[in-house]
């Protein structure tokens, strides 16, 4: 079974950092995007960063020079290094990954992980 698990989060104070790691497991024929999403309390499941199979990155800008987003083609993981959190930073963070996979045919298919909670305090 193809799956992604987060592990990493939790509480944390104002100015701290957490490491938010995912790993994809399964069948996997091979992996295309990847990245992580929050989503806070009564607020959108947002972009936070993404990194292409290539190593290129894209954030959002309220995390940028602060979040860092890296990835181990070889173990199949993904990682956010984040640093100088905030309180507004407080939100369930979830992994997404392109993965292709063979169901019927072979292709690529979204794929996100259950989500792990990152809690900032003041």
């Known amino acids: 079974q193809v799956q992604l698990v987060e592990s990493g989060g939790g509480l944390v104070q104002a100015g701290g950092s957490l490491r938010l790691s995912c790993a994809a497991s399964?069948?996997?024929?091979?992996?295309?995007?990847m990245g992580w999403y929050r989503q806070a309390p009564g607020k959108r499941r947002e972009l936070v960063a993404t990194?292409?199979?290539?190593?290129?990155?894209n954030y959002a800008d309220s995390v940028k020079g602060r979040f860092t987003i890296s990835r181990d083609n070889d173990k199949n993981t993904v990682i956010l290094q984040m640093n100088s959190l905030k309180p507004g930073d407080t939100a369930v963070y979830y992994c997404?990954?392109?993965?292709?996979?063979?169901?019927?045919?072979?292709?690529?298919?979204?794929?996100w992980g259950r989500g792990t909670q990152v809690t900032v305090s003041s």
């Open positions: 997404y990954a392109a993965l292709k996979v063979y169901s019927g045919s072979y292709d690529y298919y979204d794929y």
């Open positions: 990194i292409t199979s290539g190593g290129s990155t």
């Open positions: 399964g069948s996997i024929i091979s992996i295309n995007g």
